[in-house]
Protein backbone atom coordinates (compact mmCIF):
# COMPACT_ATOMS: atom_id res chain seq x y z
CA UNK A 1 0.00 0.00 0.00
CA UNK A 2 1.41 3.35 -1.00
CA UNK A 3 0.36 6.37 0.93
CA UNK A 4 0.98 9.68 -1.06
CA UNK A 5 -0.09 13.42 -0.07
CA UNK A 6 -2.51 15.00 -2.35
CA UNK A 7 -1.68 17.94 -4.75
CA UNK A 8 -4.11 20.41 -4.41
CA UNK A 9 -5.36 22.93 -7.33
CA UNK A 10 -7.46 25.87 -6.29
CA UNK A 11 -10.64 25.96 -7.67
CA UNK A 12 -10.61 28.96 -10.41
CA UNK A 13 -11.96 32.31 -9.14
CA UNK A 14 -15.23 33.70 -10.87
CA UNK A 15 -13.43 36.12 -12.33
CA UNK A 16 -10.04 35.57 -13.86
CA UNK A 17 -6.89 37.10 -12.36
CA UNK A 18 -9.04 38.59 -9.77
CA UNK A 19 -7.96 38.22 -5.87
CA UNK A 20 -10.62 35.40 -4.36
CA UNK A 21 -9.91 36.58 -0.28
CA UNK A 22 -11.84 35.19 2.90
CA UNK A 23 -15.27 36.28 3.78
CA UNK A 24 -16.02 38.58 6.64
CA UNK A 25 -16.69 36.83 10.04
CA UNK A 26 -20.10 36.10 10.23
CA UNK A 27 -20.95 36.79 6.35
CA UNK A 28 -20.14 33.71 4.94
CA UNK A 29 -23.60 31.99 3.29
CA UNK A 30 -23.81 28.49 3.90
CA UNK A 31 -23.61 25.77 1.49
CA UNK A 32 -26.89 23.59 1.29
CA UNK A 33 -25.72 21.10 3.83
CA UNK A 34 -22.70 19.33 5.54
CA UNK A 35 -21.96 16.72 3.26
CA UNK A 36 -21.61 18.94 0.68
CA UNK A 37 -18.54 21.22 3.03
CA UNK A 38 -17.31 18.01 3.80
CA UNK A 39 -16.80 16.66 0.54
CA UNK A 40 -14.11 19.28 0.19
CA UNK A 41 -12.04 16.58 2.59
CA UNK A 42 -12.26 13.99 -0.69
CA UNK A 43 -8.90 14.97 -2.35
CA UNK A 44 -6.99 14.72 1.03
CA UNK A 45 -8.97 10.93 1.85
CA UNK A 46 -8.37 9.75 -1.74
CA UNK A 47 -4.30 8.85 -1.40
CA UNK A 48 -5.67 6.86 1.31
CA UNK A 49 -8.85 5.32 -0.28
CA UNK A 50 -7.09 1.49 -0.09
CA UNK A 51 -6.90 2.49 3.81
CA UNK A 52 -10.55 4.17 4.52
CA UNK A 53 -11.17 0.54 2.85
CA UNK A 54 -9.93 -1.13 5.62
CA UNK A 55 -11.11 1.11 8.23
CA UNK A 56 -14.45 0.28 7.07
CA UNK A 57 -14.12 -3.62 6.74
CA UNK A 58 -12.83 -2.87 10.71
CA UNK A 59 -15.67 -0.93 11.72
CA UNK A 60 -18.71 -3.42 10.39
CA UNK A 61 -16.99 -6.53 11.83
CA UNK A 62 -17.13 -4.24 15.34
CA UNK A 63 -20.78 -3.80 14.47
CA UNK A 64 -21.15 -6.98 13.50
CA UNK A 65 -19.87 -8.35 16.53
CA UNK A 66 -21.47 -6.57 19.02
CA UNK A 67 -25.01 -7.39 17.08
CA UNK A 68 -24.06 -11.08 17.62
CA UNK A 69 -24.28 -10.35 21.05
CA UNK A 70 -28.34 -10.67 22.03
CA UNK A 71 -28.78 -13.71 19.39
CA UNK A 72 -26.21 -15.18 21.32
CA UNK A 73 -27.64 -13.84 24.45
CA UNK A 74 -31.34 -15.03 23.54
CA UNK A 75 -29.82 -19.01 23.02
CA UNK A 76 -28.27 -18.34 26.32
CA UNK A 77 -31.34 -17.83 28.13
CA UNK A 78 -33.78 -20.58 26.38
CA UNK A 79 -31.72 -22.77 25.78
CA UNK A 80 -29.13 -22.78 28.83
CA UNK A 81 -31.54 -22.04 31.52
CA UNK A 82 -34.84 -23.42 30.27
CA UNK A 83 -33.13 -27.10 29.81
CA UNK A 84 -34.69 -29.50 32.64
CA UNK A 85 -31.73 -31.87 32.43
CA UNK A 86 -29.26 -30.35 35.01
CA UNK A 87 -26.30 -32.17 33.15
CA UNK A 88 -27.63 -30.51 29.88
CA UNK A 89 -27.81 -27.08 31.56
CA UNK A 90 -24.51 -27.47 32.32
CA UNK A 91 -22.89 -28.09 29.37
CA UNK A 92 -25.36 -25.66 27.44
CA UNK A 93 -24.58 -22.63 29.73
CA UNK A 94 -20.70 -23.82 28.86
CA UNK A 95 -21.25 -23.49 25.56
CA UNK A 96 -23.13 -20.70 25.56
CA UNK A 97 -20.64 -18.47 27.60
CA UNK A 98 -17.81 -19.34 25.37
CA UNK A 99 -19.88 -17.82 22.63
CA UNK A 100 -20.37 -14.95 24.50
CA UNK A 101 -16.78 -14.76 25.03
CA UNK A 102 -15.51 -15.23 21.39
CA UNK A 103 -18.13 -12.53 20.89
CA UNK A 104 -16.26 -10.30 23.07
CA UNK A 105 -12.99 -11.14 21.92
CA UNK A 106 -14.23 -10.48 18.07
CA UNK A 107 -15.60 -7.10 19.33
CA UNK A 108 -12.07 -6.65 20.52
CA UNK A 109 -9.74 -6.80 18.11
CA UNK A 110 -12.39 -5.34 15.59
CA UNK A 111 -12.76 -2.53 17.87
CA UNK A 112 -9.33 -1.91 18.55
CA UNK A 113 -7.95 -2.20 14.56
CA UNK A 114 -10.80 0.26 13.60
CA UNK A 115 -9.57 2.72 16.42
CA UNK A 116 -6.05 2.58 15.02
CA UNK A 117 -6.83 2.77 11.64
CA UNK A 118 -9.65 6.09 12.01
CA UNK A 119 -7.03 7.61 14.16
CA UNK A 120 -4.15 7.39 11.68
CA UNK A 121 -6.57 8.77 8.65
CA UNK A 122 -7.68 11.54 10.87
CA UNK A 123 -3.75 12.94 11.61
CA UNK A 124 -2.79 11.44 8.04
CA UNK A 125 -5.45 13.98 6.29
CA UNK A 126 -5.55 16.77 8.99
CA UNK A 127 -1.50 16.94 8.23
CA UNK A 128 -1.92 17.01 4.58
CA UNK A 129 -4.77 19.47 4.91
CA UNK A 130 -3.15 22.28 7.40
CA UNK A 131 0.04 21.90 4.51
CA UNK A 132 -1.76 22.17 1.39
CA UNK A 133 -3.44 25.83 3.34
CA UNK A 134 -0.07 26.98 4.64
CA UNK A 135 1.50 26.18 0.75
CA UNK A 136 -1.61 27.73 -0.62
CA UNK A 137 -1.27 30.90 1.71
CA UNK A 138 2.57 30.98 1.01
CA UNK A 139 1.65 31.62 -2.62
CA UNK A 140 -0.96 34.68 -2.23
CA UNK A 141 -0.06 37.96 -3.44
CA UNK A 142 0.06 40.91 -0.82
CA UNK A 143 -3.33 42.08 -1.93
CA UNK A 144 -4.60 39.00 -0.34
CA UNK A 145 -2.73 40.02 3.38
CA UNK A 146 -4.40 43.87 2.75
CA UNK A 147 -8.34 42.13 3.52
CA UNK A 148 -6.83 39.69 5.55
CA UNK A 149 -5.47 39.26 8.95
CA UNK A 150 -2.73 36.97 9.92
CA UNK A 151 -4.24 35.80 13.27
CA UNK A 152 -7.52 35.08 10.87
CA UNK A 153 -5.27 32.56 8.65
CA UNK A 154 -2.99 31.32 11.97
CA UNK A 155 -6.95 30.27 13.30
CA UNK A 156 -7.75 28.44 10.59
CA UNK A 157 -4.75 26.58 10.25
CA UNK A 158 -4.85 25.60 13.69
CA UNK A 159 -8.33 25.43 15.18
CA UNK A 160 -10.39 24.72 12.26
CA UNK A 161 -8.02 21.97 11.49
CA UNK A 162 -8.06 20.55 15.27
CA UNK A 163 -12.32 20.59 14.24
CA UNK A 164 -11.87 18.58 10.90
CA UNK A 165 -9.30 15.70 12.55
CA UNK A 166 -11.94 15.24 15.63
CA UNK A 167 -14.31 14.67 13.09
CA UNK A 168 -12.31 12.29 10.87
CA UNK A 169 -9.95 10.27 13.25
CA UNK A 170 -12.80 9.80 15.74
CA UNK A 171 -16.27 10.97 15.54
CA UNK A 172 -16.90 9.60 11.64
CA UNK A 173 -15.77 6.26 12.76
CA UNK A 174 -18.38 6.48 15.98
CA UNK A 175 -20.94 7.96 13.24
CA UNK A 176 -20.50 4.98 11.16
CA UNK A 177 -20.20 2.21 13.75
CA UNK A 178 -23.51 3.24 15.21
CA UNK A 179 -25.45 4.03 11.87
CA UNK A 180 -24.34 0.31 10.98
CA UNK A 181 -25.23 -1.13 15.00
CA UNK A 182 -28.70 1.50 14.83
CA UNK A 183 -29.78 -0.01 11.47
CA UNK A 184 -28.74 -3.07 12.20
CA UNK A 185 -30.46 -3.64 15.69
CA UNK A 186 -33.71 -1.90 14.14
CA UNK A 187 -33.34 -4.16 11.16
CA UNK A 188 -33.38 -6.71 14.15
CA UNK A 189 -35.92 -6.01 15.69
CA UNK A 190 -38.46 -5.29 12.93
CA UNK A 191 -37.72 -8.78 11.56
CA UNK A 192 -38.03 -10.88 14.88
CA UNK A 193 -41.30 -8.38 15.91
CA UNK A 194 -42.86 -6.86 12.86
CA UNK A 195 -46.06 -6.33 13.91
CA UNK A 196 -45.18 -5.00 17.37
CA UNK A 197 -41.70 -2.79 15.63
CA UNK A 198 -43.33 -1.26 12.53
CA UNK A 199 -45.50 0.79 15.29
CA UNK A 200 -42.10 2.21 16.59
CA UNK A 201 -40.90 3.03 13.44
CA UNK A 202 -43.91 5.53 12.35
CA UNK A 203 -43.31 7.09 15.64
CA UNK A 204 -39.41 7.44 15.05
CA UNK A 205 -40.07 9.40 11.54
CA UNK A 206 -41.61 12.30 13.15
CA UNK A 207 -38.20 13.29 15.30
CA UNK A 208 -36.64 13.59 11.35
CA UNK A 209 -38.26 17.01 10.54
CA UNK A 210 -37.30 19.07 13.98
CA UNK A 211 -33.56 17.29 13.98
CA UNK A 212 -33.34 18.72 10.88
CA UNK A 213 -34.30 22.09 11.71
CA UNK A 214 -32.13 21.88 14.83
CA UNK A 215 -28.91 20.78 12.95
CA UNK A 216 -29.23 23.16 10.53
CA UNK A 217 -29.10 26.10 13.44
CA UNK A 218 -26.30 24.52 15.61
CA UNK A 219 -24.42 24.57 11.87
CA UNK A 220 -25.25 28.24 11.33
CA UNK A 221 -23.64 28.70 14.99
CA UNK A 222 -21.36 26.55 14.34
CA UNK A 223 -19.56 28.54 11.99
CA UNK A 224 -20.11 32.12 14.10
CA UNK A 225 -18.60 30.58 16.85
CA UNK A 226 -15.28 29.44 15.06
CA UNK A 227 -15.32 33.34 13.44
CA UNK A 228 -15.62 34.59 16.96
CA UNK A 229 -12.65 32.52 18.21
CA UNK A 230 -10.54 33.85 14.93
CA UNK A 231 -11.16 36.89 15.89
CA UNK A 232 -9.28 36.78 19.14
CA UNK A 233 -6.30 34.79 17.02
CA UNK A 234 -6.34 38.00 14.96
CA UNK A 235 -6.35 40.44 18.15
CA UNK A 236 -3.43 38.01 19.58
CA UNK A 237 -1.35 37.88 16.89
CA UNK A 238 -1.53 41.82 16.21
CA UNK A 239 -0.42 42.78 19.96
CA UNK A 240 2.18 40.36 21.03
CA UNK A 241 3.99 41.56 17.43
CA UNK A 242 3.65 44.79 18.47
CA UNK A 243 4.40 44.04 22.28
CA UNK A 244 6.98 46.38 22.82
CA UNK A 245 4.76 49.29 21.66
CA UNK A 246 1.89 48.20 23.62
CA UNK A 247 4.15 48.88 26.24
CA UNK A 248 5.75 51.90 25.56
CA UNK A 249 2.12 53.74 25.26
CA UNK A 250 1.17 51.47 28.63
CA UNK A 251 -1.51 50.24 26.65
CA UNK A 252 -1.67 47.17 28.35
CA UNK A 253 -4.96 46.90 30.02
CA UNK A 254 -6.65 48.34 27.23
CA UNK A 255 -5.71 45.53 25.20
CA UNK A 256 -6.14 42.66 27.57
CA UNK A 257 -9.45 44.28 27.83
CA UNK A 258 -10.07 44.36 23.82
CA UNK A 259 -8.95 40.74 24.02
CA UNK A 260 -11.19 39.55 26.66
CA UNK A 261 -13.90 41.54 24.67
CA UNK A 262 -13.14 39.40 21.68
CA UNK A 263 -13.31 36.37 24.65
CA UNK A 264 -16.54 36.94 25.69
CA UNK A 265 -18.03 37.28 22.29
CA UNK A 266 -16.39 33.95 21.58
CA UNK A 267 -18.12 32.24 24.32
CA UNK A 268 -21.10 33.71 24.01
CA UNK A 269 -21.60 32.72 20.69
CA UNK A 270 -19.91 28.79 21.76
CA UNK A 271 -22.69 29.33 24.61
CA UNK A 272 -25.70 29.73 22.46
CA UNK A 273 -24.33 26.92 20.14
CA UNK A 274 -23.97 24.55 22.46
CA UNK A 275 -27.31 25.59 23.81
CA UNK A 276 -28.89 24.50 20.54
CA UNK A 277 -26.77 21.55 20.24
CA UNK A 278 -27.81 20.02 24.26
CA UNK A 279 -31.46 20.41 22.71
CA UNK A 280 -31.18 18.77 20.00
CA UNK A 281 -29.31 15.94 21.93
CA UNK A 282 -32.00 15.84 24.45
CA UNK A 283 -35.11 15.60 21.93
CA UNK A 284 -33.46 12.76 19.90
CA UNK A 285 -32.81 10.59 23.04
CA UNK A 286 -36.11 11.45 24.46
CA UNK A 287 -38.21 10.73 21.28
CA UNK A 288 -35.55 7.57 20.82
CA UNK A 289 -36.15 6.28 24.16
CA UNK A 290 -40.00 7.17 24.24
CA UNK A 291 -40.77 5.31 20.91
CA UNK A 292 -38.50 1.85 22.00
CA UNK A 293 -40.22 2.27 25.69
CA UNK A 294 -43.74 1.88 23.84
CA UNK A 295 -42.41 -1.33 21.87
CA UNK A 296 -40.87 -3.01 25.17
CA UNK A 297 -43.83 -2.43 27.14
CA UNK A 298 -45.86 -4.54 23.46
CA UNK A 299 -43.07 -6.96 24.21
CA UNK A 300 -43.70 -7.67 27.77
CA UNK A 301 -47.25 -7.83 27.41
CA UNK A 302 -46.50 -10.85 25.03
CA UNK A 303 -44.57 -12.36 27.11
CA UNK A 304 -47.30 -12.63 29.82
CA UNK A 305 -49.66 -13.56 27.44
CA UNK A 306 -47.48 -16.47 25.79
CA UNK A 307 -46.93 -15.22 22.37
CA UNK A 308 -42.97 -14.24 23.21
CA UNK A 309 -40.19 -16.44 24.70
CA UNK A 310 -38.17 -14.50 28.02
CA UNK A 311 -35.10 -15.02 25.52
CA UNK A 312 -36.87 -13.42 22.54
CA UNK A 313 -37.82 -10.49 24.98
CA UNK A 314 -33.95 -10.69 26.41
CA UNK A 315 -32.74 -10.43 22.60
CA UNK A 316 -35.43 -7.46 22.31
CA UNK A 317 -34.39 -5.61 25.81
CA UNK A 318 -30.85 -5.77 24.30
CA UNK A 319 -31.46 -4.39 20.59
CA UNK A 320 -33.71 -1.69 21.83
CA UNK A 321 -30.48 -1.00 24.12
CA UNK A 322 -27.72 -0.52 21.41
CA UNK A 323 -30.70 0.92 19.34
CA UNK A 324 -31.18 3.72 21.75
CA UNK A 325 -27.57 4.20 22.61
CA UNK A 326 -26.27 4.63 18.97
CA UNK A 327 -28.87 7.36 18.05
CA UNK A 328 -27.52 8.85 21.75
CA UNK A 329 -24.04 9.09 20.25
CA UNK A 330 -24.87 9.89 16.41
CA UNK A 331 -26.81 12.66 17.45
CA UNK A 332 -23.23 13.76 19.72
CA UNK A 333 -21.44 12.69 16.31
CA UNK A 334 -24.04 14.80 14.18
CA UNK A 335 -22.74 17.76 15.96
CA UNK A 336 -19.25 17.10 15.61
CA UNK A 337 -20.03 16.75 12.10
CA UNK A 338 -22.07 20.14 12.07
CA UNK A 339 -18.68 21.96 13.32
CA UNK A 340 -16.58 20.29 11.30
CA UNK A 341 -18.58 21.12 8.09
CA UNK A 342 -18.15 25.04 9.22
CA UNK A 343 -14.31 24.42 9.54
CA UNK A 344 -14.21 23.08 6.19
CA UNK A 345 -15.96 25.93 4.97
CA UNK A 346 -13.86 28.35 6.15
CA UNK A 347 -10.83 26.33 5.07
CA UNK A 348 -12.10 25.79 1.94
CA UNK A 349 -12.30 29.80 1.32
CA UNK A 350 -8.40 29.44 1.98
CA UNK A 351 -7.99 27.15 -0.54
CA UNK A 352 -10.05 28.49 -2.88
CA UNK A 353 -8.40 32.11 -2.78
CA UNK A 354 -6.89 32.94 -5.94
CA UNK A 355 -3.65 35.10 -6.51
CA UNK A 356 -4.21 37.35 -9.27
CA UNK A 357 -0.20 37.03 -9.70
CA UNK A 358 0.18 33.47 -11.75
CA UNK A 359 2.83 31.75 -13.10
CA UNK A 360 1.78 32.41 -17.22
CA UNK A 361 0.47 29.14 -19.15
CA UNK A 362 3.53 29.73 -21.71
CA UNK A 363 6.33 30.69 -19.87
CA UNK A 364 9.42 32.13 -21.50
CA UNK A 365 12.80 31.60 -20.32
CA UNK A 366 15.74 34.01 -19.37
CA UNK A 367 19.58 34.38 -20.84
CA UNK A 368 22.12 33.52 -18.87
CA UNK A 369 22.66 35.43 -15.62
CA UNK A 370 25.38 37.96 -16.22
CA UNK A 371 26.87 40.00 -13.83
CA UNK A 372 24.26 42.65 -14.09
CA UNK A 373 20.88 43.03 -15.22
CA UNK A 374 19.38 45.22 -17.74
CA UNK A 375 15.95 46.73 -16.49
CA UNK A 376 13.49 48.70 -18.60
CA UNK A 377 10.17 50.20 -17.56
CA UNK A 378 8.03 52.09 -20.02
CA UNK A 379 4.97 54.22 -19.03
CA UNK A 380 3.90 51.60 -16.14
CA UNK A 381 0.63 53.06 -14.65
CA UNK A 382 -0.06 51.18 -10.72
CA UNK A 383 -2.64 51.38 -8.45
CA UNK A 384 -3.66 49.09 -5.71
CA UNK A 385 -6.52 47.24 -5.16
CA UNK A 386 -7.25 48.81 -2.05
CA UNK A 387 -6.78 52.08 -3.27
CA UNK A 388 -8.26 52.12 -6.71
CA UNK A 389 -9.17 55.79 -6.93
CA UNK A 390 -5.33 56.51 -5.85
CA UNK A 391 -2.61 55.89 -8.68
CA UNK A 392 0.38 55.13 -7.23
CA UNK A 393 2.50 55.52 -10.69
CA UNK A 394 1.51 57.08 -13.16
CA UNK A 395 3.71 56.61 -16.69
CA UNK A 396 6.62 55.32 -14.95
CA UNK A 397 10.15 54.88 -17.23
CA UNK A 398 13.22 53.93 -16.83
CA UNK A 399 16.02 51.35 -17.57
CA UNK A 400 18.81 50.31 -15.80
CA UNK A 401 22.22 48.95 -17.46
CA UNK A 402 24.02 46.20 -16.29
CA UNK A 403 26.28 46.99 -13.43
CA UNK A 404 24.46 50.40 -13.13
CA UNK A 405 23.56 51.91 -9.76
CA UNK A 406 20.23 53.84 -9.97
CA UNK A 407 18.93 55.51 -6.79
CA UNK A 408 14.92 56.38 -6.33
CA UNK A 409 14.72 59.66 -3.98
CA UNK A 410 11.37 61.37 -2.90
CA UNK A 411 8.90 62.21 -0.09
CA UNK A 412 6.79 59.10 1.40
CA UNK A 413 4.36 57.84 -1.13
CA UNK A 414 6.40 59.16 -4.12
CA UNK A 415 5.91 55.36 -5.40
CA UNK A 416 9.29 54.59 -4.88
CA UNK A 417 8.54 51.42 -2.72
CA UNK A 418 5.95 50.57 -5.52
CA UNK A 419 8.66 50.27 -7.86
CA UNK A 420 10.58 47.49 -6.33
CA UNK A 421 7.17 45.87 -5.43
CA UNK A 422 6.20 45.74 -8.99
CA UNK A 423 9.65 44.42 -9.76
CA UNK A 424 8.93 41.31 -7.99
CA UNK A 425 5.83 41.17 -9.17
CA UNK A 426 4.24 41.28 -6.15
CA UNK A 427 1.54 43.38 -8.24
CA UNK A 428 0.75 43.47 -11.67
CA UNK A 429 0.96 46.92 -13.39
CA UNK A 430 -2.33 47.68 -14.93
CA UNK A 431 -0.49 49.47 -17.99
CA UNK A 432 2.97 49.34 -19.28
CA UNK A 433 5.61 47.18 -19.68
CA UNK A 434 8.61 45.81 -17.22
CA UNK A 435 11.18 44.13 -19.22
CA UNK A 436 14.29 42.25 -17.40
CA UNK A 437 17.52 41.28 -19.75
CA UNK A 438 15.17 41.86 -22.59
CA UNK A 439 11.94 39.81 -21.61
CA UNK A 440 8.42 40.67 -20.07
CA UNK A 441 8.45 39.74 -16.55
CA UNK A 442 4.66 38.74 -16.78
CA UNK A 443 5.97 36.42 -19.44
CA UNK A 444 8.65 34.30 -16.61
CA UNK A 445 7.81 31.47 -14.09
CA UNK A 446 8.21 33.85 -11.01
CA UNK A 447 10.41 31.45 -9.52
CA UNK A 448 12.93 32.21 -12.52
CA UNK A 449 11.93 36.17 -11.75
CA UNK A 450 13.00 36.12 -8.41
CA UNK A 451 15.79 34.06 -8.44
CA UNK A 452 17.37 37.13 -10.32
CA UNK A 453 16.41 39.88 -7.86
CA UNK A 454 18.17 40.40 -4.47
CA UNK A 455 16.29 42.17 -1.36
CA UNK A 456 17.72 43.97 1.19
CA UNK A 457 14.45 45.51 2.95
CA UNK A 458 14.06 48.45 4.79
CA UNK A 459 13.21 46.23 7.92
CA UNK A 460 15.47 43.58 8.13
CA UNK A 461 13.62 40.02 8.71
CA UNK A 462 15.32 38.13 11.03
CA UNK A 463 14.06 34.12 11.63
CA UNK A 464 14.23 32.30 14.66
CA UNK A 465 17.17 29.96 14.25
CA UNK A 466 20.88 30.64 14.22
CA UNK A 467 23.27 33.08 12.51
CA UNK A 468 24.37 30.65 9.92
CA UNK A 469 20.86 29.41 8.61
CA UNK A 470 19.64 33.17 8.77
CA UNK A 471 22.42 34.19 5.92
CA UNK A 472 22.00 30.98 4.02
CA UNK A 473 18.38 31.80 3.72
CA UNK A 474 19.65 33.28 0.77
CA UNK A 475 20.90 30.10 -1.12
CA UNK A 476 19.64 26.60 1.01
CA UNK A 477 22.62 25.06 -0.62
CA UNK A 478 25.44 27.39 0.18
CA UNK A 479 28.15 25.77 2.32
CA UNK A 480 29.36 26.64 6.13
CA UNK A 481 32.48 28.41 3.86
CA UNK A 482 30.27 30.24 1.55
CA UNK A 483 28.08 31.47 4.41
CA UNK A 484 30.92 32.89 6.04
CA UNK A 485 32.70 34.77 2.76
CA UNK A 486 29.13 36.28 2.43
CA UNK A 487 29.38 37.64 6.25
CA UNK A 488 32.49 38.89 5.79
CA UNK A 489 31.53 40.72 2.51
CA UNK A 490 28.83 42.11 4.69
CA UNK A 491 31.06 42.91 7.70
CA UNK A 492 28.73 40.94 9.77
CA UNK A 493 31.53 38.37 10.69
CA UNK A 494 33.22 39.70 13.41
CA UNK A 495 30.17 40.65 15.28
CA UNK A 496 28.74 37.51 15.02
CA UNK A 497 32.43 35.35 15.43
CA UNK A 498 31.95 37.84 19.35
CA UNK A 499 28.57 36.33 19.55
CA UNK A 500 27.60 33.37 22.62
CA UNK A 501 28.07 30.38 20.11
CA UNK A 502 29.29 32.19 16.98
CA UNK A 503 27.70 31.68 13.98
CA UNK A 504 24.88 29.11 15.82
CA UNK A 505 24.07 30.91 18.15
CA UNK A 506 20.44 31.36 18.15
CA UNK A 507 18.78 35.27 17.01
CA UNK A 508 15.43 35.01 18.69
CA UNK A 509 12.57 35.69 17.42
CA UNK A 510 12.84 38.42 15.07
CA UNK A 511 16.31 39.36 15.73
CA UNK A 512 15.48 40.59 19.25
CA UNK A 513 19.00 39.28 20.13
CA UNK A 514 20.59 42.01 17.77
CA UNK A 515 20.84 45.68 17.07
CA UNK A 516 19.40 47.35 14.08
CA UNK A 517 22.47 48.00 12.10
CA UNK A 518 23.80 43.97 13.27
CA UNK A 519 20.35 42.92 11.49
CA UNK A 520 20.59 44.69 8.27
CA UNK A 521 24.41 43.37 7.97
CA UNK A 522 22.62 39.84 8.23
CA UNK A 523 20.14 40.77 5.57
CA UNK A 524 22.95 42.08 3.51
CA UNK A 525 24.98 38.90 3.35
CA UNK A 526 21.80 36.81 2.22
CA UNK A 527 21.41 39.00 -0.48
CA UNK A 528 25.53 38.85 -0.83
CA UNK A 529 24.81 34.84 -0.45
CA UNK A 530 22.06 34.64 -2.73
CA UNK A 531 24.66 36.55 -5.16
CA UNK A 532 21.62 38.17 -8.12
CA UNK A 533 22.27 40.08 -10.73
CA UNK A 534 19.77 42.58 -10.11
CA UNK A 535 19.73 43.94 -6.17
CA UNK A 536 17.36 45.83 -4.64
CA UNK A 537 17.90 48.12 -1.70
CA UNK A 538 15.10 49.39 0.28
CA UNK A 539 15.38 52.30 2.63
CA UNK A 540 18.51 50.26 3.49
CA UNK A 541 20.00 52.55 5.96
CA UNK A 542 17.46 54.87 7.43
CA UNK A 543 16.84 53.52 10.96
CA UNK A 544 20.57 53.34 11.85
CA UNK A 545 23.10 55.39 13.59
CA UNK A 546 26.20 57.30 11.93
CA UNK A 547 28.33 54.75 12.81
CA UNK A 548 26.04 52.01 11.88
CA UNK A 549 25.19 53.86 8.71
CA UNK A 550 28.74 53.85 7.99
CA UNK A 551 29.65 49.90 8.24
CA UNK A 552 26.54 48.79 6.50
CA UNK A 553 27.07 51.48 3.61
CA UNK A 554 30.33 49.70 3.12
CA UNK A 555 28.49 46.55 3.57
CA UNK A 556 26.12 47.96 0.65
CA UNK A 557 29.15 48.83 -1.54
CA UNK A 558 30.40 45.20 -1.44
CA UNK A 559 26.49 43.53 -2.20
CA UNK A 560 26.37 46.06 -4.99
CA UNK A 561 29.52 45.25 -7.30
CA UNK A 562 29.18 43.94 -10.43
CA UNK A 563 25.56 44.33 -9.50
CA UNK A 564 22.68 46.30 -11.38
CA UNK A 565 21.32 47.48 -8.12
CA UNK A 566 18.30 50.11 -7.61
CA UNK A 567 18.21 51.86 -4.47
CA UNK A 568 15.55 53.84 -2.46
CA UNK A 569 16.72 56.03 0.25
CA UNK A 570 15.81 59.25 2.09
CA UNK A 571 18.74 59.68 3.27
CA UNK A 572 20.62 61.42 0.38
CA UNK A 573 24.25 60.50 1.73
CA UNK A 574 23.76 57.20 0.76
CA UNK A 575 23.06 57.35 -2.72
CA UNK A 576 25.29 60.34 -3.75
CA UNK A 577 27.77 58.07 -5.73
CA UNK A 578 24.76 56.51 -7.36
CA UNK A 579 25.34 56.60 -11.53
CA UNK A 580 22.00 58.34 -11.44
CA UNK A 581 19.37 59.78 -9.40
CA UNK A 582 15.95 59.56 -10.04
CA UNK A 583 13.39 62.22 -8.04
CA UNK A 584 9.63 60.68 -8.10
CA UNK A 585 6.84 63.33 -7.23
CA UNK A 586 3.47 61.77 -6.87
CA UNK A 587 4.05 58.34 -9.17
CA UNK A 588 5.55 60.40 -12.18
CA UNK A 589 9.85 60.78 -12.36
CA UNK A 590 10.36 64.85 -11.45
CA UNK A 591 14.38 65.11 -12.34
CA UNK A 592 17.21 62.90 -13.06
CA UNK A 593 20.97 63.26 -13.24
CA UNK A 594 23.39 62.74 -10.81
CA UNK A 595 23.65 64.02 -7.43
CA UNK A 596 26.27 67.28 -8.50
CA UNK A 597 23.81 68.19 -11.77
CA UNK A 598 20.39 67.88 -9.76
CA UNK A 599 21.85 69.76 -6.72
CA UNK A 600 23.17 72.64 -9.40
CA UNK A 601 19.74 72.18 -11.13
CA UNK A 602 17.85 73.88 -8.01
CA UNK A 603 14.64 71.69 -8.60
CA UNK A 604 13.00 69.55 -6.10
CA UNK A 605 16.04 67.67 -4.97
CA UNK A 606 18.26 70.58 -4.48
CA UNK A 607 15.24 71.67 -1.70
CA UNK A 608 15.54 67.97 -0.45
CA UNK A 609 19.23 67.92 -0.34
CA UNK A 610 19.50 71.21 1.38
CA UNK A 611 17.00 70.76 3.99
CA UNK A 612 19.45 67.26 4.99
CA UNK A 613 23.01 68.67 4.72
CA UNK A 614 22.65 72.00 6.05
CA UNK A 615 24.67 73.02 9.00
CA UNK A 616 22.98 74.03 12.24
CA UNK A 617 23.55 77.44 13.21
Do not use: C
Not at 267 to 296: E, N, S, W
Not at 306 to 325: E, F, I
Not at 388 to 413: F, I, N, R
Not at 570 to 586: C, G, K
Amino acid sequence: MTDTAPTLAAPPADTPGAASAPRPAGKAELPPGPPRALAALWPFLRPYRLRVVLAGVFLLLAAFSTLLFPVALKELIDQGLVSSDPAQRVMALRGHFGALFGVGIALAVFSAARFYSVSWLGERVTADLRTAVYRHVLRQSPAFFETTQTGEVLSRLTTDTTVVQTVVGSSFSMGLRNVVMGIGALLMLVWSNPGLMLPVLGLLGLVVLPAVLLGRRVRKLSRASQDRVADTSAIASEVINAVTVVQSYTQEAREATRFQQASEAAFDTARKRMKVRAGLVAFLITATFAAMLFGLYRGTEAVIEGRMSAGHLGQTLVYVTLLVSSVAVLAEVWGDVLRAAGAMERLSELLGAQSPIQDPPQPRTLPPAQAGATLTLQDVHFHYPSRPDKPALQGLSLHLAPGETVALVGASGAGKSTVLQLLQRFYDAQEGRIELDGVPITQLPLQALRERVGLVPQDSVIFSTNALENIRYGRPDATDEEVIAAARAAFAHDFISALPQGYQTFLGERGVRLSGGQRQRISIARAILKNPPLLLLDEATSALDAESERVVQAALEAAMRQRSTLVIAHRLATVQRADRILVLDHGQIAEQGTHAELVARGGLYARLAALQFQTPT
